[in-house]
């Protein structure tokens, strides 16, 4: 079993920067690839980056590549997600996920075991 709990979403204007925190209890997430996907309203949710349990490998998509830096401090059980030049668009409930590393930077939301509750992110023009 495990917990996970976002934080850091919030307002800010296009152009601007946010860093999202995810934070795991329970199991140790060192053995887990670790996702942030994004919904917003009446959207599926949608792949954002993933990282594998080592930290190594990484996986974005397009929408964000360039701008989002995915990383993760395993001595803290915490995965992050900076977010820079942000957009309009950008606007979602951020979710952290958990999967098994069998699925190594995995973008398909079905295949997380465990979700936080999700951060709101708001980017306003």
């Known amino acids: 079993q495990v917990q996970l709990v976002e934080s850091g979403g919030g307002l800010v204007q296009a152009g601007g920067s946010l860093r999202l925190s995810c934070a795991a209890s329970?199991?140790?997430?060192?053995?887990?690839?670790m996702g942030w996907f994004r919904q917003a309203p009446g959207k599926e949710r949608e792949f954002v980056a993933a990282?594998?349990?080592?930290?190594?490998?990484?996986r974005y998509a397009d929408s964000v590549k360039g701008r989002f830096t995915i990383s993760r401090d395993i001595a803290k059980n915490t995965v992050y997600l900076e977010m820079n030049s942000l957009r309009v668009e950008d606007t979602a409930v951020y979710y952290c996920?958990?999967?098994?590393?069998?699925?190594?930077?995995?973008?398909?939301?079905?295949?997380?075991?465990?979700w936080g509750q999700g951060t709101q992110v708001t980017v306003s023009s």
């Open positions: 996920g958990a999967v098994s590393p069998y699925y190594g930077t995995g973008s398909r939301a079905d295949n997380y075991d465990y």
């Open positions: 329970g199991r140790t997430f060192s053995p887990y690839t």
């Open positions: 990282i594998n349990e080592s930290g190594a490998s990484t």
